[in-house]
Nanobody
Framework: VQLAESGGGLVQAGGSLRLPCVASGDIISFNAMAWYRQVPGKERELVAAISRSGDDTYYPDSVKGRFTISRDNDRNTLYLQMNSLKPEDTAMYYC????????????????WGQGTQVTVSS
């Protein structure tokens, strides 16, 4: 399965973006999916995660209440809706899939997209 993100770009602070991640195969095979982000010189950090059914989601405090992760298993697409964007949200955003059973750590995600750049201006 290959993952392909899109939807990134330049947006002003307070604005919104929606990032889709389209998979070349069935995402129902993933026990969990997630969005991560990374800025140069820093570790890749988790932004949001979602279970196979979509019933369970997780967000770190830095994005809670502003970002929403969702998945459409019929369309094999993962989404990240980002509202009230801040300059500190500027990063490369990656979608990831976890086909195993240890999906609580970044190392458990074995499928990654190439990333899409999000830049938030102040």
């Amino acid at each position: 399965v290959q993952l392909a993100e899109s939807g990134g770009g330049l947006v002003q602070a307070g604005g919104s973006l929606r990032l889709p991640c389209v998979a070349s195969g069935d995402i129902i095979s993933f026990n969990a999916m997630a969005w991560y982000r990374q800025v140069p010189g820093k570790e890749r950090e988790l932004v949001a995660a979602i279970s196979r059914s979509g019933d369970d989601t997780y967000y770190p405090d830095s994005v809670k209440g502003r970002f929403t992760i969702s998945r459409d298993n019929d369309r094999n697409t993962l989404y990240l809706q980002m509202n009230s964007l801040k300059p500190e949200d500027t990063a490369m955003y990656y979608c990831a899939g976890c086909s195993g059973y240890v999906c609580t750590e970044k190392e458990g995600y074995d499928y990654w997209g190439q990333g899409t750049q999000v830049t938030v201006s102040s």
